[in-house]
């Protein structure tokens, strides 16, 4: 079967680095995606990893270790804006897209 | 660059009414496109995906149907629908030339009563 993991939610404070891990299992594997969702919108895209290493993109980088079946993303410099709920999602065979239930972070000041 | 499309924005429909939503890809061709329904609080779902004209892969059993006359677009229906078909409906779009990201459409918000 297919199982994406992340925490529920998720706390921290304006200024701080957060990490949200997503644990999967899945039928094939072809790259894993992060995205950022805030309440009542569409999801946008963050990141795409499709090899095992970090990426790098301004305040946010994501990490892959396909062998572990994880997955991170690294906040750095949390703003007050970037409260949201984060969306881990896999490709996997066939090109189905699979997403976990997403993590809700709340920022503080 | 890729836009996606989708109408209407939100929609209110009784129960056992039919549904339509549509959507339709700008910028890109032969894309593999997809349907997901979020309901309130919870994370995405996937219902239906589509890697060409006419082929379509279901995951959930109910009482949907999805279709793909044209290239860059896709249509969710029902018959007959359901108070559970309450939720948000989003159309995504992966490119298969370039850069291999996934994009969202705005969305339909669905109320049945």
């Known amino acids: 079967g297919q199982n994406i993991d992340q925490p529920t939610e998720m706390t921290a404070t304006e200024g701080a680095i957060v990490q949200i891990n997503c644990t999967y299992q899945?039928?094939?594997?072809?790259?894993l995606f992060w995205y950022q969702q805030h309440a009542g919108e569409a999801p946008t895209f963050l990141s795409y990893?499709?090899?095992?290493g970090l990426e790098e993109k301004g305040r946010f980088s994501s990490f892959l270790s396909r062998s572990k079946g994880y997955s991170y993303l690294l906040l750095k410099e949390l703003q007050m804006k970037d409260s949201a709920s984060y969306l881990c999602?896999?490709?996997?065979?066939?090109?189905?897209?699979?997403f976990g239930t997403g993590t809700r972070l709340q920022v503080f000041p | 660059s890729q836009t996606i499309h989708q109408w209407p924005a939100t929609l209110v429909q009784p129960v056992g009414s039919p549904l339509s939503l549509e959507c339709t890809v700008e910028?890109?061709?032969?894309?593999?496109l997809y349907w997901y329904r979020q309901a309130a609080g919870r994370g995405l779902q996937l219902l239906f995906y589509?890697?060409?004209?006419?082929?379509i892969s279901s995951e959930v059993p109910q009482n949907l149907s999805a279709s793909r006359p044209q290239d860059r677009q896709f249509i969710l229906s029902s018959k007959k629908l359901l108070l559970s078909d309450s939720g948000f409906y989003l159309c995504?779009?992966?490119?298969?030339?370039?850069?291999?990201?996934?994009?969202f459409g705005p969305g339909t918000r669905l109320t049945v009563l």
């Open positions: 999602a896999v490709r996997a065979e066939a090109d189905k897209l699979i």
């Open positions: 589509s890697v060409g004209i006419g082929q």
């Open positions: 910028g890109t061709s032969n894309p593999n």
């Open positions: 995504a779009c992966i490119r298969l030339v370039g850069p291999d990201t996934q994009y």
């Open positions: 899945t039928s094939g594997f072809n790259g």
């Open positions: 990893n499709v090899l095992d």
